[in-house]
């Protein structure tokens, strides 16, 4: 926190000209002054040399960061360098990504590392991240793009220097596997300057000619920066409009590029490349005396199995005029057997119309109005009968249904000599003598009638 002396109040009993002064701890400064710089300063990018490099038992990492001119203190906490994918030493060239701090206990300024690379290597490995991940979202590597590769080629190019280890190692493959394959060399140079350009007017220029079956584009191994012509973007979007199917062959097996990914096969090495494209000559050799030596068996069996149907067909072969005497011995069968089965099925035609007209004879109206009539009055006895019962069955009901009506109807109390009073004018039903007084009006209702009365006296049994 910056105090501004000059505008601090001074004491009653002090002289107005000596002003106040609040004093801080140097802890205090050291905390604010390091809020002001991790405050100030966003992630930053810092490329300079390792020294002073200390690895305690912690796991952190201790160093300096310095170029010509100047240095900085700087620390990777143990979470951090677990993830480092190289062994940092003194004199190493590094890129790291840190936040700017103070080391409070000592007041020291650093650099607290969240990641760290190779210098070299990391801004190359930037470049190739940030191209396959723009190149992949486009589609360039995308499966449905990959072509197949023919089976059997016939003539193969291939895209890389001419002088190079990796056009030896495929000629010297497809010698000792396949001798008959053809192979045409676009020659480009695979590093330096230039060198992507190349590569890319080669791949165009193969790709036009249609001469060879298959293209092979690669180099032998090396460095990040002696293989960087295969990760430039013009040569991916070459071998991605190219018609031919690309094999992309390029350093070691453990080396990957850019063109690895958008070409339709990816070989570890130029000569296992040459090995997927070539058939194993001795190994064909061998298939095609195996497919001749059966293929002569084959036609060895159907040349016995024809001869013999002919010597059978030759047995077969009767002289013509016994042909025609079996032919019209087999009429006169014909002939015989067509009439009999003409009298059989005249017979069964008049069977069958005397059937019909029977049904024909039931199905006139005179005995369909003889056959409604019976029908009509069964129904109608029926009827009657089904009535009858019913009615029987409803006043048997009835009879029942109106002795249990009797049985509980009020005035059957009524008619033995009971009555049901109510007080006039409410009509309230009086049930005790205490709902009446000397003088009230009652009605009193019989069997057959009502009667009005007034009452003279109430006596409580």
């Not at 310095?66 to 062994?87: E, I, P, W, Y």
């Amino acid at each position: 926190m910056l105090v501004n002396l000059a505008t601090m109040p001074t004491l009653p009993d002090q002289q107005q000209d000596i002003p106040f002064r609040q004093v801080i701890t140097v802890s205090e400064l050291n905390r604010e002054a390091r809020s002001l710089l991790e405050a100030s300063f966003p992630l930053l990018w810092i490329e300079g040399e390792l020294s002073n490099l200390a690895r305690p038992a912690s796991g952190h990492l201790y160093f300096s960061l310095k170029d010509s001119t100047a240095q900085v203190r700087g620390a990777m906490f143990c979470n951090r360098s677990l993830h480092l994918r190289f062994r940092p030493e003194n004199g190493m060239q590094v890129l790291v990504r840190a936040r700017v701090s103070l080391y409070e206990p000592r007041g020291d300024y650093q650099l607290l590392v969240e990641q760290m690379e190779e210098a070299g290597d990391g801004a190359l490995r930037r470049a190739f991240e940030a191209l396959k991940a723009r190149l992949d979202r486009e589609g360039l590597f995308a499966g449905e793009n990959k072509k197949p590769l023919p089976p059997l080629p016939r003539c193969i190019g291939v895209v890389t220097s001419p002088g190079g280890a990796a056009i030896r190692d495929i000629l010297s493959v497809l010698k000792r596997r396949f001798p008959a394959i053809a192979v045409i060399v676009y020659p480009a140079a695979v590093q330096g300057e230039g060198a992507a350009r190349q590569i890319a007017t080669m791949i165009e220029l193969a790709g036009k000619r249609s001469e060879c079956d298959v293209l092979i584009v690669g180099r032998g191994g090396g460095s990040l920066e002696d293989l960087w012509a295969f990760n430039e973007e013009v040569v991916a979007r070459a071998i991605h409009a190219c018609p031919l199917p690309v094999v992309s062959a390029v350093g070691h097996e453990i080396d990957f590029t850019i063109a690895d990914f958008v070409a339709d096969q990816r070989a570890p090495t130029p000569s296992a490349a040459a090995e997927l494209l070539s058939p194993d000559g001795q190994e064909l050799l061998q298939r095609l005396l195996r497919l001749h030596g059966r293929l002569r068996q084959a036609m060895d069996r159907h040349l016995a199995r024809t001869g013999e149907r002919l010597r059978w067909l030759r047995k077969r072969l009767r002289h013509p005029g016994k042909r025609l005497q079996d032919i019209a011995q087999r009429l006169d069968e014909l002939e015989l057997r067509l009439n009999t089965a003409c009298h059989h099925q005249l017979r069964h035609k008049q069977a069958d119309l005397g059937g019909v007209a029977a049904r024909l004879r039931h199905c006139t109206p005179a005995h369909r109005i003889r056959l409604v009539s019976t029908k009509c009055a069964t129904v109608r006895n029926k009827l009657h009968s089904l009535m009858y019962q019913r009615l029987e069955s409803c006043r048997y009901r009835l009879r029942m249904q109106m002795g249990q009506l009797d049985a509980v109807s009020p005035l059957a109390v009524l008619a033995r000599g009971y009555a049901i009073i109510h007080k006039v004018p409410d009509g309230t039903i009086v049930r005790d003598s205490e709902a009446v007084t000397g003088g009230d009006r009652i009605e009193a209702r019989l069997k057959a009638g009502r009667i009005i009365c007034q009452v003279q006296e109430t006596i409580n049994d």
